[in-house]
């Protein structure tokens, strides 16, 4: 029996390169074969700036899942779990208007500087049609 979905990974980045900011990336889109959205994750190419600093509210299709000044740091998840498990399990969430908008805040902290930077990148767990 053949298989009407499929499960693909859909990645958004953004840089955080001022402090104590507020960053609203535009024109997100997901695939338009999309059924439903799995899971997702944030991830950084400096985690401990991501967990410190950052507070944000995401939202897929026009809901809402996750409100303004939500942590990072409970979505962000540890190398040693195993890539499959890091993904925050959003059960199935419908595309909507395929739209997906993140309000991402940094927030000086005195255990991260901002140095030169940071990237926050979300990484979506998707079922699309085939």
Do not use: C
């Not at 402090?19 to 985690?47: I, R, Y």
């Not at 995401?58 to 942590?71: A, C, N, Q, R």
């Not at 739209?99 to 767990?125: F, I």
């Amino acid at each position: 029996m053949e298989k009407d979905t499929r499960e693909i990974r859909k990645t958004f980045s953004f840089q955080v390169n001022e402090a104590n900011k507020l960053f609203s990336p535009s024109n997100w889109e997901l695939p338009k074969k999309t059924k439903f959205v799995k899971g997702l994750q944030l991830t950084s190419d400096f985690p401990n700036k991501l967990y410190y600093r950052g507070t944000q509210k995401i939202e897929i299709g026009g809901d809402e899942l996750f409100p303004e000044g939500f942590d990072s740091k409970i979505l962000v998840s540890s190398i040693s779990v195993a890539p499959r498990d890091r993904f925050f399990d959003l059960g199935e969430v419908l595309p909507g208007d395929l739209s997906v908008k993140v309000r991402y805040q940094d927030t000086n902290h005195e255990r991260a500087n901002l140095g030169n930077g940071y990237q926050v990148t979300l990484a979506l767990l998707i079922e699309e049609e085939v």
